[in-house]
C-alpha cells in the first residue's frame, strides 16, 4: 500500500473557526510533512515529522498546530486563519531523509471566509 | 541562499513534439528528484538521480543529472495529452536539516492535440 489518505478533501471555514486536517500512511514511513501549495506555486514546506517528533517547523504562523498521535496518523489544527491561508495543503510521507521520495497525499483544498 | 531554478515557467506544445525542461540549483546536490503533478492533482514522485552524469529512462521521459551535479533535465519524446502537468525539480536543503527538499518553481507544460 503506498497511498497516503488526506481528510476532508475540501473545506471551507470561517476565520474564528478552529478544524483539523487529518494525514493517513501505512507505509512504515518514519517522516511526515505538511506542505502548503498556493496556485501555479511549488510546494511550501511547513513542518517535518521524524520518528513523531517535530523536527522542522519553517517558521509557520502559530494558529497552524501540527500533531502527530502515532506514526501513521499526522494532524494539522487550523484556529484564527486569515483568508490568504486558503490554499492546497498536501500531507507527504518519506522512508526519511530528503534521499528519499516523498509520497503526496491529495491534499485539502481550504478556503477560509 | 540555496536557490533551485526551473525553465521554461511555461512551455505550450503541439502533441508529439517534444519538450524540455530544465532545472538549475546554486549549490551542489547529492541527488535530485522528479515530481509530476496534474492540474488539480498533487505531486506524484517519477525518479530520483544520485549519481554525476547519471542518465535515466522511463518510456518517453529522459532524466539528467549534470557532472557537476548542479543541473538537471527532463526530456519527453513526442508529447501525449497524458504528459499534460507540472514539472517539479527538487533538491535536499543543504543548510540545517536531513529531512528538508527544496522545490523548484516548476514547469507548466500545456499539450495542443
Known amino acids: 500500500d503506498t497511498e497516503v489518505t488526506q481528510t476532508p478533501k475540501h473545506l471551507v471555514m470561517g476565520m474564528t473557526n478552529k478544524k483539523s486536517l487529518k494525514c493517513e500512511q501505512h507505509m512504515g514511513h518514519r517522516a511526515m510533512y505538511w506542505y502548503k501549495q498556493k496556485a501555479k506555486k511549488p510546494p511550501e514546506l511547513m513542518f517535518v515529522?521524524?520518528?513523531?517528533?517535530?523536527?522542522i517547523n519553517e517558521s509557520v504562523p502559530s494558529r497552524f498546530s501540527p500533531e502527530c498521535p502515532n506514526s501513521s496518523l499526522l494532524n494539522l489544527h487550523l484556529h484564527a486563519l486569515q483568508p490568504e491561508d486558503s490554499a492546497l495543503y498536501l500531507c507527504?510521507?518519506?522512508?526519511?531523509?530528503?534521499?528519499?521520495?516523498?509520497?503526496f497525499g491529495p491534499g485539502t483544498r481550504l478556503t477560509v471566509t | 541562499g540555496q536557490q533551485v531554478m526551473q525553465i521554461p515557467q511555461y512551455q505550450h506544445v503541439q502533441e508529439g513534439e517534444d519538450f524540455t525542461t530544465y532545472c538549475n540549483s546554486s549549490?551542489?546536490?547529492?541527488?535530485i528528484q522528479w515530481y509530476k503533478q496534474r492540474p488539480g492533482g498533487h505531486p506524484v514522485f517519477l525518479i530520483q538521480?544520485?549519481?554525476?552524469?547519471e542518465v535515466k529512462k522511463q518510456k518517453r521521459l529522459t532524466f539528467q543529472f549534470g557532472e557537476a551535479k548542479k543541473n538537471s533535465s527532463l526530456h519527453i519524446t513526442a508529447t501525449q495529452t497524458t504528459d499534460v502537468g507540472t514539472y517539479f525539480c527538487a533538491g535536499p536543503w543543504m543548510k540545517t536539516s536531513y529531512d528538508k527538499v527544496i522545490f523548484g518553481p516548476g514547469t507548466s507544460l500545456s499539450v495542443i492535440p
Open positions: 549549490t551542489t546536490l547529492s541527488n
Open positions: 507527504a510521507s518519506s522512508l526519511g531523509g530528503a534521499g528519499y521520495e516523498q509520497y
Open positions: 538521480l544520485v549519481k554525476s552524469g
Open positions: 515529522y521524524s520518528y513523531e517528533k517535530l523536527s
